[in-house]
């Protein structure tokens, strides 16, 4: 009866969007929010009532391990090592998951402090206002569709090897269309709209389904270690371990960033937490030291199997065990990958739903977007929203480019995480001095600039230093003053990042830096979505939001 329902909610809002229901309304119903003085733009908005939530009885261990562990080393890991870092590949991966491991420092910081739905939105709000907070909330969106659209192609990759076939042999090519655009997906497209399915069933039934398959999936990780090192071949480390130099590690390292983003979604999922101020430090830096541990073995066991220039870019997991020798383990692999991929898909699409449901509370985006499905309790128009954007990408889109714009949309939220979290534990309106606040704002446009000037340089200088005898010093020196002549206005209650301003401007300039070795192509696309967010903005969520807030106050 429950998927019955969940199929019956999912026709029904197909239907009203068909019917042109969907409006942007401005003032379509009200929503739950507090005003605080005490610091930036301080507007966050609350969960909504018990009655309009999803169930709160959600177990949190298996998104955990599903989103933050889940399809990431299967996606990309084949293109990074045979085309951008070959076996330094594990150097790529643990790079970029130090930076990821920095940023969830910050993360579990506002998570604990703020258990809220909204994940980074809400964190945003309450510290840089609702502008920077929209901004971002449209990059989280916009990643949230990309990273999905990359894990739906990468199924239709291992599901080809399922079958005995090439990796690109059920996609179909469109020679009319511009390259890179032109291998057509179907195939992602309907795995896509099966997880919708699954994302508007329940909360609980979708995390209890996350938690036993994610065993499952954590014992094929398992698998590919103890068996693929069976067939490891040192002389694939030992000849060329490098083949690209150091660029070639960073621009796989931005790349590879893919496979750490699930833990901005588990912070989605914090209004879902009975004790966050314990379950959340461990679930999110836990599970983020565990699989920097994992990746970087599964690259590692990768590389060895097979010559990073052989190493296919599409489904090279289960590729590798079959040019072993080890055709039997290609299905378990392949398997072991669809599993793992088809339960991101689904956590995924918990994610996004969340973060478009909070967005929708305070009218930035359609309110429509923040109703509850009565049958459910799950936001399904969210849900059918998101996997429609999902889907149109996924069905035209290679990887390389998604991969690049992912990595982009990631990196500068977790720069903007990590700068409100500095301004959280400095600036508190009506206690901070105005000679804090301006020494506050100084240091922290210095510890930007310098972070900007060095991966511009790192960018333009062909493997020069002496830009970094420059910049270096000035990130240095702004974040020792920040340290010494702004006194901390407000400290953690439950939990709090250790050696602030420290963590936190080392995770800026780390982000910073990495975002230095992706293509112009991918930041001028990603500047055209910047573009079209702050039209909408301008015209439609500044206006929608004051409404929404100026009815919140006289009621």
Known sequence: MAVEAA???VVEVVVEVAMGSIKFAYAAKKISCRRSHSRIGETMCMPLPASKQGSRTASWHGHWTAMIMGAGIFVLTGEAARDLAGPAVVISYLISGVSALLSVLCYTE?????????GSFAY???ELGDFMAYIAAGNILFEYIIAGASVARSWTSYFATLCNHSPNDFRIYAHSLAENYNQLDPIAVFVSFVACVGAAWSIKASSRFNSITSIIHLVVLVFILVAGLTKANTSNFTTDFTPFGLHGILKASAVLFFAYVGFDGVATLGEETKNPGRDIPIGLIGSMVITIVTYCGLAATLCLMQPYSQIDPDASFSV????????????????GALKGMSTVLLANLLGQARYFTHIG??????????RINAKTGT????????TVANSLVAF???????ANLLSISTLFIFSLVALALIVRRYYVTGETSATDRNKLVGFLTLIVGASIAAAVYWVLSNGGWVGYVVTVPIWFFATLGLQLTVKQAKNPKLWGVPLVPWLPSISIAFNIFILGSIDGESFIRFSIWTLVLLVYYIFVALHASYDAAKETEYS
Do not use: C, Y
């Open 320 to 335: 590798a065990f079959q040019a072993a020798g080890m055709n039997w383990a290609k299905f378990i692999v392949a398997l």
């Open 379 to 386: 936001p399904v128009t969210a849900t059918i929203i998101m």
């Open 7 to 9: 199929v019956v909610a």
């Open 110 to 118: 506002f998570a604990v402090e703020l258990p809220v739905a909204g």
């Open 361 to 370: 509370r305070t009218h930035m985006a359609p309110p429509i977007l923040a």
């Open 396 to 402: 035209f889109t290679s990887l390389d480019v998604l």
């Open 124 to 126: 945003l709000r309450v």
